[in-house]
């Protein structure tokens, strides 16, 4: 397996979202918000780079309430290793700001670019660009709701006018991918990637429907994106990979090279 250079790991620890079509990014001294109103779920809102002494910390997460509150959106509390105050998780428990039930922590891991990943062979497997057209873009939606949160997006005029604004921001960021997976011309899988060249690129949303999992979907995805990777000349690929994801992604050869902790606030929502 190819060495894991310097660059690549403080890429993965460092990188901030900047903003971007879609993508409000809020950047004080002492923390950063980003908000996404058409994906209004914790997570894609988030505030994250929590830099303050103990006695801010309760001015902080009052202020970060007084700015979101009025976009009504959930939002995730995101910790590093260099969180300060080093005890800001047990704060945020005391305003009723809890742990995220579906996972508390991720791991922080990397790939180097030049390293292989060989495609399974998987009969009547198909990738496709998902956001050549609205109604690609959307069964990839799809298959990503069902994987993750065992939902069906429903047809929803709402739903789908968020669907085509996302799609088209996707598309106006030009370093914004989403593709969709299908076997059989049916709907199995889904996954993301924005690229930062020359640094690197960042993979997320990797998911497969629980009727497709065992066939080697995720892999073909994650290899798919290595590719295009590849061809963008960026440095590697970093992901924040779950208790699912993570063990697959270390047998692709990933290494872990740091964590995440999670929090969910519903207060702002």
Not at 162 to 175: K, S
């Amino acid at each position: 397996m190819p060495a894991v250079s310097q660059g690549l790991v403080d890429f993965a620890n460092n990188l901030r979202q900047p903003p971007a079509p879609g993508i409000e990014v809020i950047v004080t001294p002492r923390y950063q918000i980003t908000l996404q109103p058409d994906f209004p779920i914790p997570g894609p809102n988030s505030i994250s780079w929590v830099r303050c002494t103990a006695d801010e910390a309760g001015e902080v997460i009052r202020e970060v309430h007084t700015t979101v509150a009025p976009r009504h959106l959930p939002v995730m509390w995101t910790l590093d290793p260099g969180t300060e105050p080093p005890d800001f998780a047990e704060l945020l428990e005391a305003c009723g700001i809890h742990a995220d039930p579906h996972g508390v922590e991720s791991a922080v891991m990397v790939l180097p670019i030049d390293a292989e990943i060989e495609a399974p062979e998987i009969p009547g497997l198909e990738i496709h660009d998902a956001l050549a057209d609205l109604a690609t873009f959307r069964r990839a939606d799809a298959a990503a709701a069902e994987a993750f949160m065992s939902v069906s997006l429903g047809d929803d005029p709402d739903v789908i006018a968020m669907q085509d604004r996302r799609r088209r921001n996707f598309l106006a960021a030009g370093n914004r991918l989403w593709l969709l997976a299908t076997v059989n011309g049916e709907p199995a899988g889904a996954a993301g990637m924005t690229m930062f060249p020359p640094r690197g690129a960042t993979i997320n949303g990797g998911s497969v429907r629980p009727k497709f999992r065992g066939r080697g979907v995720y892999r073909a995805l994650v290899a798919a994106r290595l590719a295009i990777a590849r061809r963008s000349r960026v440095g590697g690929l970093c992901v924040w990979s779950g208790e699912m994801s993570g063990p697959i992604l270390a047998r692709l050869g990933f290494e872990k090279v740091g964590w995440r902790r999670f929090y969910v606030d519903t207060t702002t929502a």
